[in-house]
């Protein structure tokens, strides 16, 4: 089982970014999707997640209306669209997998990618 985050970097607030996730290794249509991330010093938080046929998605408080996330299925990869975002954005972010639904709770997540650092300057 592989994820692998990509696509992180430096970027201005108020500009763009796009999160890449690639999966293998496990039945990809079997898994919600979550996006989740971790600022230094702090517990690791949900951001986005997608029911497997992209049915229902979900955002953090915190980010709705400026990130969102997408998923195709025919290539295995997941996306998280980034918009405006701010410095307090700044975190390692990861993609992870779960079995049958897309629920905020990490913990019910039964795969994890290493992340990639997203770092937004004022």
């Known amino acids: 089982v592989q994820l692998q985050a990509s696509g992180g970097g430096l970027v201005q607030a108020g500009g763009s970014l796009t999160l890449n996730c690639a999966a293998s290794?496990?039945?990809?249509?079997?898994?919600?999707m979550g996006w989740f991330r971790q600022a230094s010093g702090e517990e690791r938080e949900f951001v986005a997640t997608v029911t497997w046929s992209s049915s229902s998605k979900y955002c953090a408080d915190s980010v709705n209306g400026r990130f969102t996330i997408s998923r195709d299925n025919a290539n295995r990869m997941i996306y998280l669209h980034m918009r405006n975002p701010k410095p307090e954005d700044t975190a390692v972010y990861y993609c992870?997998?779960?079995?049958?639904?897309?629920?905020?709770?990490?913990?019910?997540?039964?795969?994890w990618g290493e992340g990639t650092l997203v770092t937004v300057s004022s």
């Open positions: 992870a997998a779960e079995k049958g639904l897309a629920t905020k709770d990490k913990d019910n997540y039964d795969y």
């Open positions: 290794g496990f039945a990809f249509g079997d898994y919600g």
